[in-house]
């Protein structure tokens, strides 16, 4: 209430890019910086929340009064999730977590062959925030869809596929998205009488955009718990 209106709550927020283990030195990631989940994180707490932030490896700062849980691979981060979601309000899965990771993680380094070609298998990883969404008693779940195209579509998409109740979409690329302080997104949702809903939330700072996603995904995880 007033200017902590997420006091009470309880907000798990996953973060940054995740490594999947090729061999001890060696591993396969991607270019999520993790500002958008730590930005998250702060602002929940600002407004209130008690928030566990679960974090891939980055190079950023905890923020103030977070408690922070340092992951490492997809499966990692999905025991993690789970745990911290036993007794979450709200789950929001801002992490770029690799979909896939090799098959098996060599015990020992891979050396240079003789061979011009070298083939990894890769698996499939779990999907952490479509597990938490599916579990029982799960929090309200929000996700994130970053795309490069058919941004509604695809996010649309997750939102129905992992069973979500908000989603953020935002167009990766031109100066937005992985690893940029500023970001534009659209948050969708789907009213109880079906029909999809959207803001948008032009390009700003990602605090800004933080603070502002946090106090609509608040607003509607109360209205969705009062009903
Ligand atoms: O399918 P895609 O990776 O584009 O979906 C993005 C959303 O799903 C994000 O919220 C991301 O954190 C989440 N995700 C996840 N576990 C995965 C893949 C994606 O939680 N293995």
Do not use: C
């Amino acid at each position: 209430p007033g200017q902590r209106p997420a006091e009470g709550l309880e907000i798990v927020i996953t973060a940054g890019p995740t490594r999947e283990a090729i061999d001890p030195v060696r591993y396969l990631t991607n270019h999520s910086s993790g500002k958008m989940g730590y930005a998250l994180a702060a602002a929940a707490q600002a407004l209130g929340a008690t928030v566990t932030l679960i974090s891939g490896p980055v190079r950023l700062a905890t923020p103030p009064g977070v408690a922070r849980v340092d992951v490492d691979s997809a499966e990692q981060m999905l025991d993690a999730a789970e745990r911290a979601a036993m007794t979450a309000d709200i789950f929001i899965a801002a992490a770029a977590v690799a979909d896939y990771r090799p098959a098996t993680a060599a015990e020992q380094k891979i050396k240079k062959g003789s061979e011009d070609e070298l083939v990894l298998r890769l698996i499939k990883n779990p999907d952490v925030v479509a597990t938490i969404a599916a579990g029982e008693n799960a929090p309200f779940t929000v996700g994130f869809a970053a795309e490069t195209e058919a941004l509604e579509h695809h996010a649309l998409d997750k939102l129905e596929r992992k069973r979500l109740m908000m989603i953020v979409a935002n167009q990766v690329g031109g100066g937005l998205g992985f690893d940029r302080d500023d970001n534009a997104a659209t948050l969708y949702w789907r009213e109880p009488e079906e029909q999809i809903r959207s803001e948008r939330f032009d390009a700003q700072p990602k605090s800004a955009l933080a603070e502002k996603l946090i106090m609509r995904i608040v607003a509607h995880y109360r209205s969705a718990t009062s009903a």
